[in-house]
């Protein structure tokens, strides 16, 4: 590996490794007219005063390349078999160091959890345990399986495969693009080879889950809230690579939730939602109860609380056709 | 004693993370301790007192920040050794983005937020590149596609380090991140004859000695010209 550096042209390494390129921009090295030099015959050519300049670190560069170029080697291998079937976690202790109530859960790929507790009753902590694949080394004790495993430790360090991606209420688009352009650079980022045609199946997908239509040319900081919600959870399901998605609340306006929960689980994800919202908590197939930093219940949404469901779902579509009433300027007589 | 440097731009959640990582260092019984390092103006070291951890606060004033902190970098060492410190945090804001305080055989950590726009970590230079650890923070206001992207970009320029995401104001990621600052083993007594990972640049010119009058007159030393492509008009 290391010979790389010596033994093949700028150019013959950029056809080898397409990446590099991502490299090469990101660290300002500007290799145009050195196509036909090795990568060590191009660090050499800065002269002292350019390194001190600008700051280089030719070493740290050097090798970064080494580093970044096996990194994406492994990270586009196991794009093929990322598959996770199934997430366990062992029962560790709540704040009071006592056990908590329940052996093991596991979730299985496609299923929907919901998690209820009072606020500061420990769900970030739960899902921080999840994220570090935790294995009785954080203040909870908790274990976490993967495929019924201990996973693999670059869960925690990687920077390109989290384990979990997050959607909350309070996030926001912060980066002045149009939502075309901000698809291409996500999708760029993960290596993904049918740019356009993912593109287009995010934004169908997102207009599929909010209540007012939205194209490629809008602005991702001038959407509305639904609009926003809808294409970061259709960008979520399409290409984040992080197998579970944790949802801090969705709310209620200007997006289909159900569609929005269907549409995780068809991309093959293990969803959690952490929610105080009857409906979403309903819509799992089990709920986990938290108490006092622990696993104090976890209770299996029952027939007769999905006919519950059915009912606050009636009850909730009055309402959500009220307001697309009252958008259009219609008067309201009766319920 | 085992010796941290963070660094990172300012307002980019340092001393949030700090302190949550203190909180759990606490839980485990060991006394850490903070030095801050800053320009014109602090006031974390309040913040510092406030969670009853020992604080000492160094402003540059005129002198350049990271210039200051290695001339005391041996004197705040010491000072933690005498309060029986088993941790010593060193906090820098990266003013200038040029340079970073990471000394080479003591751990460093960097960082950053993702509202600070995605070709932040191009324009960083060795405050980033050169960290042992990226911590990456408010990642709970923006998409989960921004931080991906962002998290790709940082890799790509420090693919070495190891990628924190620390939400600071829940604390969630910063248990994991003091596991991976102590290690019982080590103890640090002294940091002389230790160096710097990279060079501070050598720039002296006639403004380093205040002046402030403007034009070529009054230019001297290391003076370098803005190249606008018409010199020879």
Redesign the interface.
Known sequence: MNNILNALTLKELQQKYPFVI??FE???LDVEGFENSTFDEYLNHFSEEEI??W?I?IK?IR??LL??IS?MIEFLGLEEDRGIESLTIVAGTDKSGKKENFEEFTIRKSEIVSIVGPTGSGK??L??DI??AAQG???TKRRILINGEVPDMKW?????N?LV????Q??????DLTVYE??K??AQ??MVEREEEVIKEIIEAANNLSGEKFDLNSQITSLSGGQ?RAL?IA??AI????PIVLIDEIENAGIDRKKALNLLVSSDKIVLIATHDPILALMADKRIVIKNGGIDKIIETSKEEKKVLEELERMDSIIQKMRNDLRIGLIIDSI | MNLVTVSGPPSSGKTSVILKVIEAFKDRGLSVGVVKFDCLYTDDDLLYEKAGIPVKKGLSGSLCPDHYFVSNIEEVVKWGRKKNLDLLITESAGLCNRCSPYIRSIKSVCVIDNLSGINTPKKIGPMLKAADIVVITKGDIVSQAEREVFASRVNSVNPKAITLHINGLTGQGAFELSTLLYNEEEDIETVQGESLRFPMPSALCSYCLGETRIGEDYQMGNVRKIKLGDEYE
């Open positions: 991502n490299y990101e660290n300002r001190e300049e700051g670190d740290g090798e970064g580093e970044y990194q970030s902590r899902l921080a994220e570090w080394d954080t203040p925690r360090f990687s920077s390109n989290k991606a997050q959607l909350s309070n996030m926001n688009f912060v980066m901000f698809l650079l996500h980022s993960r926003s970061m960008d979520t290409l984040s690579s992080s």
